[in-house]
């Protein structure tokens, strides 16, 4: 079955430090993949996306994912953390070109960050 | 102007009534979606509207009903609502049934 896991349900990182939140998945085929974030309260924001090509993304708040084939995994790194980036972070995938999907969610990574 | 908009952003209730969530988005997609997020915030999609045709029908009870009157809109309808209904309920909305989605800020609904 298709499935997404983020295998860190709850990580501290102090300010300044970087950051990285895993995220596997299992799919037939190599899926669209996503990392979403979302602030207590509040909606969910996409962070960044990989359909194809490049395999390190660019994405908004300073955030980049690294996709690896080889391991199934699409990482989501950031170089220095700040204190706003407190929230949770969601990994998501969706089957390539299929007509009828819709995202897959991860349980979740809960980032706090300590001063 | 917000993307994705939802309301109420708050709705308590009774169990054994009916409610409705509306949901506009303003960004020209033709998909749109209802998730649900449990508690312990795990997100999964109930159904999906493309160009007002329904795509997507998860396992969800038959109390539950999506009407799309454009494709701007995407509604949800529950009928006898329970205790286990609460959650946040999210509306999103594609350019292509697939890709990345924009979500709305989410209904919290509370069943008492």
């Known amino acids: 079955a298709q499935s997404v896991t983020q295998p860190d349900i709850h990580i501290t990182v102090s300010e300044g430090a970087s950051l990285e939140l895993r995220c596997n998945y299992s799919y037939g085929a190599t899926p669209y993949l996503f990392w979403y974030v979302q602030s207590p309260g509040q909606g969910l924001q996409l962070l960044l996306k990989y359909f194809s090509g490049d395999t390190l993304v660019q994405g908004i708040k300073g955030f980049e994912a690294e996709f690896k084939r080889s391991q199934s995994s699409f990482n989501l790194r950031k170089p220095s953390v700040h204190w706003s980036d407190a929230a949770e972070y969601f990994c998501a995938a969706t089957p390539p070109r299929q007509a009828g999907t819709a995202l897959i969610f991860g349980k979740g990574t809960t980032l706090s960050v300590s001063s | 102007d917000t993307a994705v908009s939802q309301t109420p952003k708050y709705l308590v209730t009774q169990m054994g009534n009916d409610k409705s969530i509306k949901c506009e988005q303003n960004?020209?997609?033709?998909?749109m979606y209802w998730y649900k997020q449990d508690s312990k915030k795990f997100l999964k999609i109930m159904f999906s509207?493309?160009?007002?045709?329904?795509?997507i029908n998860e396992t969800v009870p038959n109390r539950f009903s999506p009407k799309s009157p454009d494709k701007a809109h995407l509604n949800l309808h529950i009928n006898s609502l329970e205790l286990g209904d609460s959650a946040v309920y999210f509306c999103?909305?594609?350019?292509?049934?697939?890709?990345?989605?924009?979500f709305g800020q989410g209904t919290r609904l509370t069943v008492v």
């Open positions: 960004l020209g997609h033709d998909t």
């Open positions: 999103a909305s594609s350019q292509q049934q697939g890709r990345g989605a924009f």
């Open positions: 509207y493309n160009n007002k045709e329904l795509i």
